[in-house]
């Protein structure tokens, strides 16, 4: 089945400073890369997600890029801020979604 | 305020015990994923449901049940509870009966079993 995995597991930057999660998923007919951004004690929201005709898409401060050639995606935030400190998921499947194990972003003041 | 409607928030129980996790998807969404969250691991899918029929297993347990009924809402049953089922289970909703239209999550039913 489809699989994703996710690096770095952890990532600490200054308040200010850009941030790049990436993700590497195994199944070539994958089209559909969502990001969710889990707060604690809340559930995984949307905040970015992209097709495999379009290879970036940006909504502000953040960005995603798809790379289909090598299978992998990667969600950019720019001018990081204390509130982005959270936990973020990235995904992809067609008929569910296939998660990775998170990155647990630390945006220091 | 997602839309998604989970209760109850919070559950702790024995084990051996049986639980009843509910959830309400969001307004006009016909799809129902269930999703478990252990300590430090990512989000494992357990099953979907759409307008009432089971449309996929993940690594859900026999012990793990679920049912989508008539008004769309979803129901997870976890039986014969043990410690390592403690965890937060999440449903997300979807409009279609695939998972490429994105999903949107409710805030959990956190599970402690004691």
């Known amino acids: 089945g489809e699989n994703v995995e996710q690096h770095p597991s952890t990532l600490s930057v200054q308040e200010g400073d850009s941030a790049v999660i990436k993700c590497t998923y195994s199944?070539?007919?994958?089209?559909?890369f969502p990001w969710y951004k889990q707060e604690l004690g809340k559930g995984p929201q949307l905040i970015i997600d992209?097709?495999?005709?379009?290879g970036e898409k940006k909504d502000q401060r953040i960005a995603v890029t798809l790379n289909k050639t090598a299978k992998h995606f990667s969600l950019h935030i720019t001018e990081t801020q204390p509130e982005d400190s959270a936990v973020y998921f990235c995904?992809?499947?067609?008929?569910?979604?296939?998660f990775g194990t998170g990155t647990r972003l630390l945006v220091s003041p | 305020d997602s839309g998604v409607t989970q209760t109850p928030k919070h559950l702790i129980t024995a084990t051996g015990q049986r639980v009843t996790l509910r959830c309400s998807p969001r307004s006009g969404d016909l799809s129902v994923y269930w999703y478990q969250q252990s300590l430090d691991q990512g989000l494992q899918f357990l099953i979907h449901?759409?307008?009432?029929?089971?449309?996929a297993k993940g690594n859900i347990l026999e012990r793990f049940s679920a049912q989508q009924f008539p008004d769309l809402h979803s129901e997870l049953n976890l039986s014969s509870l043990e410690l390592g089922d403690s965890a937060l289970y999440f449903c997300?909703?979807?409009?279609?009966?695939?998972?490429?239209?994105?999903?949107?999550f409710g805030s959990g039913t956190r599970l402690t079993v004691v």
């Open positions: 449901y759409y307008n009432g029929e089971e449309r």
């Open positions: 992209i097709r495999s005709n379009v």
């Open positions: 997300a909703s979807s409009v279609a009966g695939t998972g490429d239209y994105g999903y949107t």
């Open positions: 995904g992809t499947g067609f008929q569910k979604l296939v």
């Open positions: 199944d070539s007919a994958s089209n559909y």
